[in-house]
């Protein structure tokens, strides 16, 4: 019946020349909305603020449906400028869940292909994201490509701002290649830039992205206190979408060099952050963490249990780990599971079983660990 009446004003909006003016103006507010979403989360100074955010983005969740509404559109009348700022934005209607990068890179690719010109910028952020997005399906190659073509336009742009957030980026994707000298190279000229232009809010993250390398070649004391100085930087700026990301690599840091306990806190505080603002891929990275931690502290009821929740959390919410992050967890897991098969398998099966917020609820019980 909706359908019915939906296709019914369609088709008075189309008699009456008014179709394109609509689906233009539905269109436009939102991207406004999107983009408004993106610069509040670059402008949380507090706890507070966060919640905030967050509730900002559930609430926004129920417009997901028009965004694909406006997008067909865009695309279909070849409105190259609306479709690459809209497909960029469009991740911000979907609640954080991982299933819905599959359909926003088709959205960046079309957008991207689109014979009509756009300014030079849309282009920059629309491959920017094009970029991240291919990276986190695992498509390196393409997260490469998509991101060095969105850095010359930056360069020639002469965009400080988005070369330095875009640098963090290209490192990572260099990292995870096994390009360490190439990553450092890029996280070095990252942080270089941020002081340079005094960008409070990229420093503590380009300092972050090298304690990560740090970390991966396990030169942990220096890691440390990267990761120490970037969450005081983070805390500093109430930068707290990011300084849950920092957090978690403190964490594994902490784990590597034999302080369990203190590496368990490092973890909560960072899922603690997750939940608040609803950031799902993080959720994963550090039930991971906590699954390790609990085979150092030989629980391997919780350890199973935990890496159930990960198996669950991928396949219901499209959050997975990549190879790459896993590296650091499998060996820790296997042992547990060799050393205690029955403990880890009746926990794991339990973890699978688990919804999200159970899963949180059950990471972040302090009680639980002995």
Known sequence: MLETVREYALERLRDRGEYDVVHKAMADYLIARGEAAEQLSEELGSPRDAADHARLIRDMAPDLDNVRVAMAWALNHQD??????????????AEGTGWFR????????????????????????????????AFMMGDQEAAERLGAEALSLYREL???????ALLGGMGTIAHAAGHNDLARARFEESLDLAQRISDRHRVH????????????????????????????LAREVGDYWHLGAILHGWGDVTIAQGNHCRALDHYREALLLAQQLSMWRLTTHCV?????????????DRAGCLWGALDALGRQLGWNLLDVERHSYD???AACADRHPREFAAGFERGQG?????????????????
């Open 205 to 232: 993250r380009a300092m972050h992205s090298l304690g990560e390398l740090e970390k991966a070649e396990e030169n942990f004391d220096q890691a440390a206190a990267l990761f120490e100085r970037s969450a005081d």
């Open 80 to 93: 190259t400028e609306v479709a690459l700022r809209l497909a960029r934005v469009s991740e911000w209607f």
């Open 331 to 333: 060996r820790a897991i």
């Open 102 to 133: 599959s359909e926003q890179r088709d959205w960046l690719e079309r957008a991207l292909t689109l014979p009509g010109v756009a300014p030079p910028r849309a282009r920059a952020r629309a491959l920017s994201a094009a970029a991240d997005n």
């Open 158 to 164: 002469g965009a400080e701002v988005q070369l330095v």
């Open 288 to 300: 991971a963490g906590l699954a390790a931690a609990a085979t150092y502290i030989d629980d391997p």
């Open 354 to 370: 688990m919804n999200p917020n159970e899963i949180i609820d059950y990471a972040l019980d302090a009680q639980a660990t002995p």
